[in-house]
């Protein structure tokens, strides 16, 4: 329910991006501030629990790349979106996980690289950090699930359905 809610609060805030500029655009940007703390939990979650980290990192790189053109097309200037920060915050949880110092420096040049070009820039990037300490809940056991592809490829599908209804619409 947690992961439906946080999609739908993301889904409200892009597309209020796209198709407002007045009370309810700033509506939807708050009511979509609610998704980014799910989200890093999720990210967290899937660290500790999936069979393969470095599968897992590469997934979240891989839908950020096929994201990229949707994102700077959508957005009208070149900025990595969030699937990059949480690409750079599993690199470096794995570093301080293991101290393996090729992965610091990776995720050290990814840090220096990105602070211009992502979204949500440094304060995004702490805040993800961060979440890797705080214990909750366990926020995904409740009620019906949706597939769990679903969730991985909502975040390009659902820019690019905004998108077109933007092409159709405007």
């Not at 750079?88 to 840090?111: C, P, R």
Request: glycine fraction near 8%.
């Amino acid at each position: 329910m947690y992961k439906l809610a946080a999609v739908i609060s993301m889904f409200i805030d892009h597309f209020a991006i796209i198709f407002f500029d007045n009370g309810i655009y700033l509506a939807g940007r708050i009511i979509g501030r609610f998704a980014y703390p799910y989200f890093c939990y999720a990210v967290k979650r899937g660290y500790y629990k999936t069979a393969s980290l470095d599968n897992y990192k590469a997934k979240i790189l891989f839908l950020g790349l096929i994201s990229l053109p949707i994102t700077i097309y959508y957005f009208d200037k070149v900025e990595l979106n969030i699937l990059f920060i949480y690409f750079l915050v599993l690199n470096i949880w794995d570093y301080l996980d293991n101290q393996d110092y090729i992965k610091l420096a990776f995720a050290a040049g990814l840090l220096i690289l990105s602070l211009d070009y992502i979204s949500g820039g440094l304060g995004a990037i702490i805040f993800s950090l961060g979440v890797k300490h705080i214990n909750i809940k366990d926020l995904d056991n409740e009620g019906k699930k949706l597939p769990g592809k679903f969730f991985y490829w909502f975040y390009p599908g659902h820019l690019l359905l905004i998108l077109i209804l933007k092409n159709i619409f405007l």
